[in-house]
Each structure stands twice: as C-alpha cells, then as structure tokens.
C-alpha cells in the first residue's frame, strides 16, 4: 500500500513538473512574441491597407507586437521587404509573376502561385503564404440595365454586341500591351458605336450618368459591389492573369516564429473576391476608415 502511495505520489510530482514547465514555456513563447516587433508594410491603396490590417490584428490578437508601415508605393515595396524595412506584406499572384519576376503570361492561379513561390524563395528568401480566392485582376465593367438589354454575361457576349456598346476607356487603355490589344488578340475585333477617354475617378459616374456602357476596371473595385447597377464580365478566354491575393513574409521571420504561417494562413481562407470587394466599398463608397472595416471585419471571422 505505502508503495502504491509513493509511486501516486511521484506520479503527481511529475505531472505538476510537466505542468510547470508547458506554463513556463508557454509564458515563454509569449514574453519572446511580446519583445519582437513585426513590421507589417502595406501598399498605397484602399485594398491593400484594409488587408495589411487585418494581417495586423490578427498578429496582434496571439500576443504580437506590430508596426504598420502604411502606404508603400507599389513600385517600392518589393525592395522595401529586400531591405529589411517590412517583414510581410499583401502582395498578388499576378504581379510577383509578370512585374518582379519578368516571367511570361500564365493565367491558371495554381501555375501562377506555384512559380511564384518558388522562386521567391530561391531568389529573394521569402515565402509566399496560401493565396486567397479574392482576385484584383483586370476586367471590364458595364452597366446591368445594358448587359439585361443584351444578356451580355462574358467578354465574348460583349465582342459580338460591341456595335451597341458606348465604351469609357482610359487614355492608355487601348494601346497598352495588356489591355485592348490583349483583348483583340484573343476575342476578335471590338467595333464599338462609341469610345470615349474618362478620366479614372469618374469611371462608374459615367456608367452611372448613362454616358457610357462599358469601362476598364479591376475585380475588386468597391463600386462593383453595387450588383445592381454594375457586372464585371466573364473572361471566359482568360486573356488576364490572375492577382490573387497573399502575404509575403520574410523566410527569417517564419524560422523564428514559424506559427504566424498558420495565423495568416487563416486569413486568406476567408478572403474570397466578393468579400474583398465589399471592403473596398465600404471605404471607397461609404466612406468609412480602413481601419475601422479592418476591425469589423476580422472581429467577424476571429
């Protein structure tokens, strides 16, 4: 009986040591996060900034410290992250695949993704982390009342109905490499009844005012959010890249705090195109603080 009692006895002691020391380590871990500061940069959009956000709280939330170095030019913040200046930020698919790596066109996103990742990875020594379905690609809007008139639903729809279309283009637009030479390469000639240069700010008034039916747009834009006057069309011969979404994050930073990988990763699962798009109105349209749709917004999903 008495051996019973010491080896109960010794038992005990164990599991309390054992005990001690996972609330040791886990206090541990949490006083070496509290000490390190994670430099979150964020591009010089509405877009970007709300996700860099969310990025941000979500750290924050697992007992993190954060600075957010906001409003990064774009054509800036690869090298930012190069220098030690960030250590993660919301970049696209698209864009690590066509303006930092000169890689050719490629629009399947798994393709995309996965060139991107490695590559990075060997030339730069960051991580791409998972890639949300929210996609900020190229794409062309119209209004609905004109796409119900005609059931124009894709870019090919649009094409054959080009006759009756009043097209608001962009100065650029139709000599740029990606955008309607990129389009009449693949879908055909687009004879428009009319094409008129808009200044980009005033794009969806113009739709709007009914002076236009049809503008270059990106798939996110908050406006787009308004289904009820608004429809990006289907690229259904998938002339442009997809920008899917996804944090890039210094391969230090992870080797150090490898659970961030999951933190984020979280985030981007619930980022899906609709979703992003609804960010950006509520900033864009309604007027709101990024930071404030950030808040909501990850208080919803946390």
Not at 59 to 77: H, M, P, Q, T, W
């Amino acid at each position: 009986m008495k051996g019973k009692k010491r080896i109960l006895g010794l038992l005990l002691l164990i599991a309390g040591v054992i005990g001690g020391g996972l609330i040791w380590f886990r206090q541990s871990v949490r006083t070496s996060q509290s000490e390190t500061v994670i430099r979150i940069g964020s591009k010089d959009f509405t877009e970007n900034l709300v996700v860099a956000e969310i990025y941000a709280l979500a750290l924050e939330d697992e007992g993190y410290k954060v600075e957010r170095v906001a409003n990064i030019s774009s054509s800036l913040i690869h090298e930012t992250i190069l220098n030690d200046e960030i250590d993660l930020y919301p970049e696209y698919t698209g864009t690590g695949l066509l303006t930092i790596l000169g890689e050719g066109l490629e629009t399947d996103p798994e393709k995309v993704y996965e060139t991107v990742k490695r590559q990075y990875k060997k030339q730069f020594q960051l991580t791409w982390l998972d890639y949300a379905e929210a996609n900020d690609s190229a794409g062309l809007a119209i209004r609905k009342e004109t796409a119900d008139k005609y059931n124009i639903k894709t870019i090919s729809d649009l094409q054959e109905n080009a006759g009756n279309i009043r097209m608001a283009s962009q100065g650029e637009y139709e000599e740029r490499e990606d955008g309607l030479p990129a389009l009449e390469k693949v879908y055909g000639k687009f004879n428009w009844q009319s094409s008129q240069i808009y200044d980009n700010s005033l794009k969806y008034q113009v739709l709007e005012n009914n002076e236009a039916d049809v503008t270059p747009a990106y798939t996110t834009e908050g406006q787009l959010a308004e289904t009820d006057k608004f429809l990006i069309l289907e690229d259904d011969k998938h002339v442009w890249p997809p920008y899917n979404l996804a944090p890039v994050v210094r391969d230090d930073l992870l080797e150090d705090y490898p659970e961030i990988e999951e933190i984020l990763n979280k985030i981007s699962a619930s980022l899906a195109t609709e979703t992003v798009t609804k960010l950006n109105a509520q900033v864009d349209v309604e007027g709101k603080e990024y930071a404030d749709v950030a808040k909501e917004f990850y208080n919803s999903i946390k």
